[in-house]
């Protein structure tokens, strides 16, 4: 489905052109098309490909999608595959955004992303001094959109650890830390898919051989690429915490199981000596004297509770119980 | 055993030739050959080298089998082992097909491999713009039918990862779990042995130096660097998530022990109690005034089932029941 | 909030300036501004950015805070972040300096740091043929003192760490132990996260190709990457004993664990043949000839005691008890 | 001890030499001098040192032994140290080969290897064209020979995987598992510090700057570089297997004590009721009606019977027992 | 305090000088000085910064001590610290070394160091022709001697690791191994920190671009650089060994702990079993006729003895007991 198809020229949006006039705008110099599909049909697809002459191995991946981010360059454009991360409750949605760039023409294709970026072409067309950068400054800031929207989910999973990270030595939660721990792992993966290969290819568009396209925004892809840094660091980090936190959570399992069994252990040993006695107690020999005290019941039983309760005392003070 | 051997000229098939036709056609300029053999015999192999001119040690490689997947450069010639596989039931096949490249033929050389490249011929054949580019698109076809073929079972193993995943959580499924777990490993180690050999492999056929039958078909080549990249960073991610799940499997196994424990500790605490009692009223003593009661004996047994209802009730309580 | 800001001429206080004044004795030759800022409002940073004609993207960076430790180059001028860790109590508390570098002036701006840097201006200039290098060197010297103060940080680390090793192999401190090495871990994954990106960023300061204003001042950027490479050494040492003694300390609760179980096995069987003893002479059978003896209980009693005994002394013999 | 000391000529043998015509030989143009020295003593080996003017630091290497598998140049020449590892009935025997290397001679130093290099000399003499490549193609079939019989060593090393393989899922082999793991795992370290070592060393004998007299042997080198790599890749694999099998080794203790638990759990149960019933019609209250009862006795022996005999059908359900 | 200060010419000894002197005989062309110092003093090494013109950061370096190993360049002259490793008793002492090095001088000072290096002064001067390559050449004499120290360590390190592992699989010795194996790899990362570091800052010495004055003495250095770099792989190798011991340790914990509980559940059922049937013969029922049987009592024990020892049977048979 066609959003909008606009021409730019000088940084000005000269008019919203139909798509067969495409074509007609990309030949004129220091005009530049931006197009944008969504959930594109694989014939909005190939009448794109002829307007714009993309090149083909790059229109099948993305008539195909689910491609790892990558930034390729074919002759002089360039094909930008970025994945959007959105929070869909508690879940994680990807989606995937294919960006086609030439000298004078950005065509994006936008799937399974439930945010636009219609704010991205406002705010663009607000600065007409940045667009007249050309095409190569739409990509920087299609991407700087969808890095921008990685912190949000950056710092909800950083949440979602913190909370476990106080439950952690907490009695009896090591079922549910794990669960959640788990899960977070999960997530953090996904994340991270989807930016250390934008990370890698992003840092190809600054510093040594740059695309022609992008000699001139080279300190803005450095500005995403940076951003990107910093989150990925942030997931690594998450990584080896989640990672300690297992096997604290472990740890924690066992340190718990042992003080059960100390318990259980210093119970049975009471009840043991306990029923000991009564034993004795219930043995049929003829001559047992204390059996026929007055007192001797009574008597019996308070040496029962006597010692039992002394145990009792000793497992409490060496913390068994 | 030789499945079919055709000279074409243009992106054209001439015509199928015999072996012994082979050395005049690759003589011809602007005529390549392109030959098949299955479970080729030291004896066909021997001869393919006289007509092709194979290096020795190459065609060594070849008749060995069970090569490491690379691509090696022999003068001008190339000879690439890239390994299929499929699924067989439950388990994965491991096949081989090596191809020896020159300027003007191709042979390749299929092993334990159940499915042919027919297909990759005949579509070939079809579109002679791309067939002309000559032998080095052969290999390309070539590789990238065998790497179409590592998707479904990425896939396949996927699904058994959740499949797994949805269980790990589940009370007495840990012992299928690791099991499957440990199978799972397996298999992803085994196809992660056929794809990153080869993708560092193929990573030499674009970008910097190439070698020259090559370089007119970089991006194709990059193509199928991609897919690899891709499948390595799925079986990567696999790995890391199999490692978690065997860390997670084992604290389940601990969490569950401790429950059991918890559960013994309780009901070894119940009839301790039951039996103490039954012990103190077993005694031998003469002086038990409680002994003549006439319901001395239902009340007793209601103070035993009492305390233990009691105990019962605390331990629901607190979880461990 | 502006600290101070004063002009320098080889390498000598020429006066405390106004910030209006700025631009003009930047465009002096040989005479450089030094400006330090702490917690700097929005308006600050663009009227600094007016003065000194920064770059939109660093201070961008340096308004939103909350930057990974870096050093960018914007055409000849540096931007620089730099993490402070101090200690607040038990706690590490970061802060965050920024230096925007030109070849005649410094901006620093220093966000939740307490410690200042008076002392390194102080110290500055009572070393004229040093700061007469110009602004490099004070990048060096506000460098230096952040990552000396990083010093005592990793002791008291060490500290911990040692005092934490000291108690590993002791009884029941486990779960202390588990507690404060996973604090532990997260304070040197803190430390770590303001180390290694500045030590890389550092590491493009000398040797190789270096910006222009650093030239001569190599030597001294070595000096601060080898502080900062001996420190990250040192953290890379703890992680490594930190994973090393959580897996120990997993292994003393099973150890401990496996102690108790003993112990109670021993005391278990010890009654259960004590028990099982008062059972046989409980029984109530007619001809039981020993219970018609006059010492039979005493001998009894002697021979339950006798046994038991017999079996605490085997148990502490093995080492069971 | 002296083995052998040919002098050959365009690949074909010249004559069998007395070692003090060495240097004679060796001066002639299109000549070399093959020698081969078994465990050699101090003085055999400065003996050679003198006749090939061998570099002082490569002979004391030789001397001494004990090098890890290194190829290094002095001048003109290389001086190559390669391990030998041999099975020896359960075990892995390491034993050295030093060869020296330089254009118009080879010398070979054997220590500790019960297999010695005539089959090398006996095949590279029938095949004059190979053999008039010179020294380093006598390296080549040196080193050829060494990891050629490094792949028996890794396919029982593998063989002995799969044993274990089989067995880690089975009932009670735990113990013999992580013996057997642990022995296998010392195995492949020893092996790979065999393999790991010489393969980077290998590698630079082709493709970059190559020393001089390799240069027209290079695939040669190629091919055992592609050899070490692939017993490298194997031992790598075998090395996570073995990680991977240590810790579900672990889980499956963990989960057959927790089955042990179980049953101890249940059985426990079962006979703490059973004793339980037993206590209340053992108690002596005056008034228990059902003991005045006829068929009271196997009436309750039915009851406690049945009572548990329903507890172990309880039991058996739930997969306790 | 100074050790000794010698000038050299043509690799033979001039005279022993005074400290004022050294600034004179610096001077002369083709001859150099040699001092060494203990536990220098700032004051000695300000006097010494005097007369070699040190560099103040590297003299700073050495004031400070416990610096990293490394190796320094200061325009021409060279200041490497080197960390020595030595026995005492049970524990590693670690020391340094520092020196400064230039076209015609070498300082040597050692800190904390109980051996000296007197022998490498007396060997040095026994052989002319290599002292007279210069300060380079004494530079490697000193790194060979504290390097050559390095081996009896490893020695004693991997011993230990053997005596541990021949424990390994012995019972009951667990929680020695594990307290053992935690402290060796505590000495095992000490020692790497001495050898990594250095390791990597010869490997600078040779090969590529080389610090002038080392040019004549590159084979040397790489001999130390390959001293290093098998120190470094038996280190790793020991630290990969003892991490699958410390797991394996706890596997065998595990196991134990399992067989122990396996025993305690035999012993309990035998003997809950026995007091059942003891419980049975207590009651008080009326009509119990075998408690009237003559040899009822007998008959009764007999039952119990035999079926506690048929199953005392089984579970010997099944390996519980």
Redesign the interface.
């Known amino acids: 489905m066609l959003i909008n198809c606009v021409a730019y020229q000088d940084g000005k949006k000269l008019a919203d052109i139909p798509i067969e006039a495409i074509s007609d705008y990309i030949g004129r110099p220091d005009c530049f098309v931006w197009a944008a599909l969504r959930d594109a049909t694989p014939e909005e697809l190939k009448q794109m490909q002829e307007e714009f002459s993309l090149?083909e191995?790059a229109v099948e991946d993305a008539m195909r999608g689910h491609?790892?981010p990558?930034i390729?360059e074919?002759g002089d454009s360039l094909f930008a595959v970025v994945q959007t991360v959105e929070l869909s409750g508690e879940q994680l949605a990807i989606g995937e955004v294919d960006v086609f760039v030439g000298a004078n023409y950005v065509l994006s294709v936008r799937s399974n992303a439930s945010q636009g970026f219609l704010g991205v072409r406002a705010r663009a067309e607000r600065e007409p001094h940045l667009l007249s950068k050309g095409s190569a400054f739409v990509l920087y800031a299609l991407m700087d959109a969808v890095v921008d929207r990685y912190f949000p989910v950056v710092d909800m999973l950083e949440t979602e650890l913190e909370t476990i990270e106080e439950r952690?030595?907490i009695h009896?939660s090591?079922?549910a830390n794990?669960?959640r721990?788990?899960e977070l792992?999960?997530k953090v993966?996904l994340l991270r898919?989807a930016v250390a290969?934008l990370m890698d290819a992003v840092g190809k568009l600054y510093g040594g051989r740059v695309p022609a396209i992008c000699s001139h925004t080279q300190?803005?892809f450095?500005?995403v690429h940076?951003h990107l840094?910093?989150i990925n660091?942030s997931l690594d980090?998450m990584r080896?915490?989640i990672?300690?936190?297992?096997?604290?959570?472990?740890?924690?399992?066992?340190?718990?199981?042992?003080e059960?069994?100390?318990?259980?252990?210093a119970?049975?040993?009471i009840?043991?000596?306990?029923?000991?006695f009564?034993?004795?107690?219930?043995?049929?020999?003829?001559?047992?004297p204390?059996?026929?005290?007055?007192?001797?019941?009574p008597a019996?039983?308070g040496v029962?509770v006597g010692v039992c309760g002394y145990l009792y005392y000793l497992f409490k003070k060496s913390?068994w119980l």
């Open positions: 090149h191995l491609q790892r990558k390729e074919y952690i030595f009896g090591q079922r794990i669960e721990l788990y792992k999960r993966l898919h290969p300190e803005y450095r500005d940076d840094y910093r660091g980090a080896d915490t990672s300690t936190a297992i096997q604290v959570n472990l740890s924690m399992v066992a340190i718990e199981e042992s059960v069994n100390k318990r259980l252990a119970w049975a040993a009840f043991a000596v306990f029923t000991a009564a034993g004795i107690w219930g043995m049929n020999f003829k001559f047992m204390e059996l026929d005290w007055k007192f001797g019941y019996a039983v029962m913390g």
